[in-house]
């Protein structure tokens, strides 16, 4: 399917958007293998869970949790932060990157990183740079910002890619943006490279960096995930949580060959699935925080020893079927000798991918604390999960357009005792109703239910 031709097409159509020729050698050879196999699929049979020596759990010795914290403490001249900013706001209704959108108590999402960075400083005596990869969407509103709050962050662009046709891999060609997309986060171990940024952390005695989705509040500097990290000397850590029902599509790791490697949904064939989202079979699913050897990274980069497994995204643009190819940067734990996995809990994972994500975390079921941490609110029940689970039917929230139609102020929902939440139809919460146990609000089709300020939801079905 691929020919030289091809290849000189995708090559031409690059360099009219000045991506290095670093860069396009690297993308022509993903063409290649894509044009070398019909099929990107991870055959399941092949795979198996992870050992215990590969797939680490907390220490539950206190006394050498202390030591790995104190171990980690003392390396923190040693560690940054990347957060990865290339996201829009689409699935929540808006057009705009995902970085400047209020997010909790009146801040952005890019506001709390930065506070957290800051107190994170302050009380570590530290300097802990943080590392921004922006997307070509993303960058200018990102540099706004920095600005206007006066946080001084490194910032770099990760590169795009051009969208294929399907049938002959030859780059889209409409003439404007849809030509290209995003290559996933995995690019952000390139983007690092032909940045100069790895060269600049290395240079100023980065060691390690911590890299995690800029939406995952959650995931901050763990002083004892660094002194494990070093105690083990492991290359590559991937943080993973317990599987449910709710994430039984996150990517889970396996092991191959003796080797981890994390497999995305998108890599299974369909006949695949069911057994993939199999949660007795495969218990853990990718964080995306991730704990990286910056030097043995670059050392791979260089040698061409970096191999990410190819994700084949296929869509329709404008009639057009065509793919995107995409990495995953979790899947790069298999290039690294020394890779580990580690078992965290919820409250490293605060992923805010849809309306109902942000509705909870704009609620009182969880609080910023004085360093901007997001925490479990101290007063909620001790019996209830980390994030109460809420789901809005698309009967109740067609688009997330309608999201303030049909809140009076959505943050005055309490979600504080709240278990569940399940809303179908046409609904309107007015402010201050109080959600308490596992609530489910489905009026009769063509019935209009307005539910009260000041009301209290207990766990049942309303009305």
Known sequence: ??????????RIKMRTRNISDFYIQNFLEQVRKVGESSSGSVDLRTVQTPRSDLLLEPPN??????????????????????KLNGGRSTTMGGNVPKCILTAKDGYSYLEIICRQIECFRRLNKCCAPLALMNSFFTNGPTLDLLSQIGFEAVTFVQNRVPRLLTDNLVPLDLGNHEDWAPPGHGDVFESLVDSGVMKTLLDSGIKWAFISNLDNLAATIAPWILGLVAKEKIQ????????????????????????????????????????????????????????????????????RRFDLPIIQN?????????????????????????????????????????????????????????????????ERPVELSFRPLVRFHRSFLDSPLEFFKRFEAPETVSLLKAEALTVAGDVYFERNVRIEGMVSVEPKAGVHYRIPAGSILRSGVYP
Request: charged share 25%; hydrophobic share 40%; aromatic share 6%.
């Open 1 to 10: 399917m691929t020919t030289d031709l091809n290849l000189d097409l995708i």
């Open 61 to 82: 010795d206190p006394e050498e949790l202390n030591w790995l914290t104190l171990e980690g403490l003392r390396l923190l001249k040693n560690v940054a932060v990347i």
């Open 236 to 303: 590559f850590l991937l943080e993973v949580t317990p599987r449910t029902q709710e994430d039984c599509k996150g990517g889970t790791l396996v092991v191959r060959n003796g080797a981890l490697e994390l497999v995305e949904i998108a890599q299974v064939s369909d006949q695949d699935k069911p057994l993939f989202m199999d949660i007795e079979n495969f218990k853990v699913f990718n964080t995306n925080n991730v704990w990286v050897d910056l030097e043995t990274t670059n050392k791979l980069l260089d040698s």
């Open 314 to 378: 296929k869509k329709v643009i404008k009639g057009h079927s065509v793919v995107q190819l995409e990495t995953a940067m979790g899947a790069a734990i298999s290039s690294f000798e020394d890779s580990r996995g580690l078992v965290v809990g919820r409250d490293r994972f605060f992923p805010t991918k849809r309306l109902e994500d942000l509705f909870v975390l704009q609620s009182d079921a969880c609080v910023l604390d004085s360093s901007f941490n997001v925490c479990r609110n101290p």
